[in-house]
């Protein structure tokens, strides 16, 4: 069973991308909170990989971040809850968010999102409200002494994924974020690049 992917990404699209390994293309399925963290085609990228066996197919599910796949496993252990409507909630709203919505029972907000009906919503509340606590926590924690915007926490939280010890990855976006923000915020994409590029150095 594949655990991980780390290689080339050889394409990607807002719900799979492709990771060239050792001359083999893996076509991974991905939320768009993992897209979003994506580099630039061709550049090395590292995804954790939960394999989906059916009777008819093999899928491979891809995050950027070991809670986004616990997380994910957790959504499905609920009835009525697949790998589809999971990476649906996954891709309407970020860790943190999902788990504090499943927590405090936020039921409008999670049937707001494609796919997910009140009995759904419910079925979340009822069986997960506990077992999110993990999750609320280790966002909080990630987010620091609270001074990063959404965009350099998403980043950091990307940059250590991939590896980069948490303090060396703030420091790093932080300048790359002074330096490059000074006329509008920059993007995700903008930033997790040019931070690769500093850290690569």
Known sequence: MIASLVGTLAD???NRLTIAVQGVGYEVIVPL???YHLPDVGAQVSVAIHTHVREDAIQLYGFVSRQEKELFLLLMSVNGVGPKV???LLSGLSVADLANAIH???EARLSSLP???AKTSA???LELKEKVV???NTERAAEGDGHDDQSERDVISALTNLGYPRQNARDVVRRVGREGGASRPPSV???LKESLKVLSK
């Open 12 to 14: 990607k699209q807002p």
């Open 33 to 35: 909170s993992t897209f």
């Open 86 to 88: 999971a990476l649906g």
């Open 104 to 106: 405090h029972g936020d």
């Open 115 to 117: 796919g997910i009906g």
């Open 123 to 125: 079925r979340l509340v």
């Open 134 to 136: 993990p999750f609320v």
């Open 189 to 191: 994409e903008w930033l």
